[in-house]
């Protein structure tokens, strides 16, 4: 209703978005304020919702350039919020935490954290214009550039560099080669899941942090499935065609199936949400193909609920138990249960002094560390303890992941094998405090605008941001770092190392293949007196063939 009258005033819905997220953010201000001051967790929570209104009209006002940034939010949403919303909503469900304390904390953690992404990607924007401003002001005094000026705005349009980065010949060895690197993985991937369904059979899904499923694991097969999701952004980022993407991201989906079947939910929503990540980002960007089209957008209206009530049913499956809930029941308590990390939040909060006393740690990077430590430099060359990965004390108290050491002190059966996992939020604050979420977002805001911008324009860049978007969404629920820590993997800078060798092996191939034909022996069709205009083969003395382009009179004489 609003967009259609926008549109009879001649506003368009972009520009009503633009005008609307500054009114929607100084009323959630507002309101945030007022319910802080008055200690009123009821009026905190409108004003996070207000503010996070506020940054979903951001990112829908330029969507090309500030897809990661409205990822990230739609995990905040669906780890954060739910609980909160599904509690306000229905009385039988309570969404406060263990004490005032812990819930105020939540909330001013959220609300702080949104409100400084918003800020950091309009610092970055900002500073994108005033670079475009200073250069149209510096073309005002060389005028006689203005022509190549022009002919370069012109060619820095996304969408033909989406055309000339698909249809270059570099692009297209890449792209078969990674193609084929996918495959190979791809099938790594399947024989890992049929492996760790074989072991798990018997087991709880609690136990499988317990088993030791790893080590029943080929490390052929441990190489290759890692690399799967690494060589998918790596073909992904040449911007293949619509049906080939969906093949593959197809069989990227069902991989995470087997983890389902066991009881993990995270694999199979995140591979999902990715595929859709990016025919939306395909579909605002590919002048040539129409990527959602209405069956599309049909399939997904009935299947993202039916997905949701799935999720809750698994709830049930995992603690072995059934439900008699309706759909819309079931619906309600899939998001409730969903949004279990706000009291994670909580959680955190209640055992810092505990996760102090052991010193600083650097939980913000800890899977940096924790990816070289425990990774094959460490523990190679470096001489790192291995501190194993299934839970232990000793991983708990002498690793940086946050996760192990607030589970440690805060779940009753961490040792079990259960745990709470863990959050960008609280491991920034864990390190910095409240300075760390502030500046943490900040930074957070405007690198994720500017990996936005990275799809479609570079192949290599375009590939990490793909990448780092699979994490994006689960930072809620996961770790600060974890969008960018596989640069550090070795996995990762096999799979590039790979895709390179193979495309150059393929360019080489197809390159040698050509010069024969150039260099082959031919017979060519000349007449000349000396044959009566009989065929003769006409070849140089480095044995390539002549192609005679002008032709004399006597030679026909």
Not at 8 to 31: E, W
Not at 446 to 468: K, N, Q
Not at 503 to 511: C, D, E, N, P, T
């Amino acid at each position: 209703m609003v967009a259609s009258s926008a549109r009879k005033n001649g506003i368009s819905v972009v520009s009503l978005l633009s005008s609307l997220y500054p009114v929607f953010v100084t009323a959630s201000f507002a309101v945030f304020a007022m319910g802080f001051l008055q200690g009123v967790l009821e009026i905190m929570l409108a004003g996070v919702f207000v503010i996070f209104a506020a940054n979903v009209m951001y990112a829908f006002a330029n969507l090309k350039n500030r897809l990661l940034f409205l990822f990230l939010h739609g995990g905040i949403f669906l780890f954060l919020l739910t609980r909160p919303l599904v509690g306000s909503i229905d009385p039988s469900r309570s969404w406060m935490l263990s004490s005032h304390d812990s819930t105020q904390f939540a909330l001013l953690s959220l609300y702080v954290s949104m409100a400084c992404l918003l800020l950091g990607s309009v610092l970055f924007e900002g500073v994108l214009r005033a670079n475009s401003d200073w250069r149209k002001r510096r073309s005002l005094l060389a005028p006689n550039k203005a022509g190549i000026r022009a002919s370069s705005k012109a060619h820095h349009k996304v969408s033909g560099l989406m055309r000339e980065l698909s249809r270059s010949e570099k692009m297209g060895y890449i792209r078969r080669a990674a193609l084929i690197c996918y495959f190979v993985c791809l099938l790594g991937a399947f024989v890992d899941g049929a492996m760790r369904l074989e072991v798990m059979q018997g087991h709880s899904y609690e136990e499988y942090y317990l088993v030791g499923v790893d080590e029943n694991i080929p490390w052929v097969i441990g190489v290759l499935k890692p690399m799967a999701p690494y060589m998918l952004c790596a073909f992904l980022a040449t911007l293949p065609k619509r049906r080939i993407s969906t093949i593959c991201l197809a069989l990227y989906v069902s991989t995470s199936i087997p983890m389902l079947m066991i009881g993990s939910r995270s694999d199979f929503v995140i591979s999902f949400l990715f595929a859709g990540l990016y025919y939306i980002f395909r579909h605002l960007t590919d002048s040539e193909e129409r990527w959602i089209t209405r069956r599309v957008a049909l399939g997904a209206i009935i299947l993202v609920p039916l997905g949701i009530v799935a999720m809750g049913a698994i709830n049930y499956l995992r603690a072995g138990t059934s439900s008699s809930l309706g759909f819309f029941a079931l619906f309600a308590d899939a998001l409730f249960k969903q949004g279990v990390t706000f009291t994670v939040l909580g959680h955190g909060y209640d055992v810092n002094p505990q996760i102090q006393d052991l010193g600083f740690r650097f939980y913000s990077i800890g899977a940096i560390i924790t990816n070289i430590t425990q990774g094959f430099i460490g523990q190679t060359f470096l001489g790192c303890q291995d501190l194993g990965e299934t839970n232990s004390a000793l991983l708990a108290l002498n690793s940086s992941s946050y996760a192990h050491a607030m589970s440690y002190f805060a779940h009753p059966n961490y040792l079990g094998g259960e745990g709470y996992g863990s959050s960008y939020i609280l491991e920034l604050y864990a390190d910095f405090g409240y300075g760390g979420i502030v500046f943490g977002s900040i930074f957070l805001g405007m690198i994720f605008c500017l990996m936005s911008r990275c799809i479609g324009r570079s192949w290599f860049w375009g590939m990490v941001a793909l990448i780092s978007s699979m994490s994006v969404f689960h930072m809620p629920r996961g770790y600060a770092i974890e969008w960018i820590s596989f640069l550090m993997s070795t996995r990762f800078l096999l799979a590039v190392a790979l895709i390179l060798a193979c495309s150059a092996l393929l360019a080489y191939f197809s390159r040698a293949k050509s010069v024969a034909n150039v260099l082959e022996p031919a017979k060519l069709t000349v007449p000349c007196s000396c044959t009566g205009g009989e065929e003769r083969l006409r070849v140089n003395k480095f044995g390539v063939r002549v192609v005679p382009l002008i032709v004399r009179k006597s030679d026909h004489v």
